[in-house]
């Protein structure tokens, strides 16, 4: 989780200057990047990987898309072998269908008018706690996380949890 806007062109540079494969996670922002509320890993990365339950309020599951480049000429085969069988089962056509119809509302205004406000509401509450005297990671928020640190208060995940 990182509140902060990613420079996945940056990382594409780093990654051409030592020779190596570029992949984004974007599971939390997914949604964002759908809505163009956060840039776009596609053009810079070499697999970008998503669940499709978090941003994109879809039904539990995950997404692997890649380009096909003479650099890795066998990237389907190579990511067919890391995942199945160990990784992933049969279809469920009943979660293939419910996705189908997230992805077709992730394409109307309405979903994209809720992204604006969930990251707008998250600035607010950034700005609100800093207000406070609180400390965030990173000194706040660009997109719909707020890392609240709590060391600060003698507080630490396990205290929290227990």
């Not at 996945?8 to 051409?16: G, K, L, N, T, V």
């Not at 996670?25 to 964002?32: K, M, R, T």
């Not at 509320?37 to 990365?45: G, I, L, V």
């Not at 997109?143 to 640190?149: A, F, G, I, P, R």
Request: overall charge neutral; some cysteine.
């Amino acid at each position: 989780a990182y509140p902060r806007t990613i420079d996945f062109a940056r990382f594409r540079a780093i990654a051409d200057e030592v020779g190596a494969i570029l992949m984004a996670d974007i599971a939390h922002i997914s949604g964002l990047v759908a809505t163009k509320q956060h840039p776009s890993p596609f053009e810079h990365c070499d697999v970008v990987t998503t669940t499709t339950h978090k941003s994109l309020r879809g039904p539990r599951a995950g997404m692997i898309f890649f380009k096909y480049s003479e650099a890795i000429p066998d990237i389907k085969e190579r990511i067919d072998m890391a995942v199945f069988p160990a990784l992933q089962g049969g279809p469920h056509n009943h979660q293939i269908g419910a996705l189908a119809a997230q992805l077709l509302e992730v394409n109307t205004p309405e979903f994209v008018e809720y992204s604006k406000a969930v990251v707008a509401n998250a600035g607010t509450l950034a700005e609100a706690l800093i207000a406070k005297g609180h400390k965030l990671a990173s000194g706040g928020t660009d997109n719909h996380l707020v890392l609240w640190d709590l060391r600060p208060h003698g507080l630490t995940g396990s205290k929290v949890e227990k």
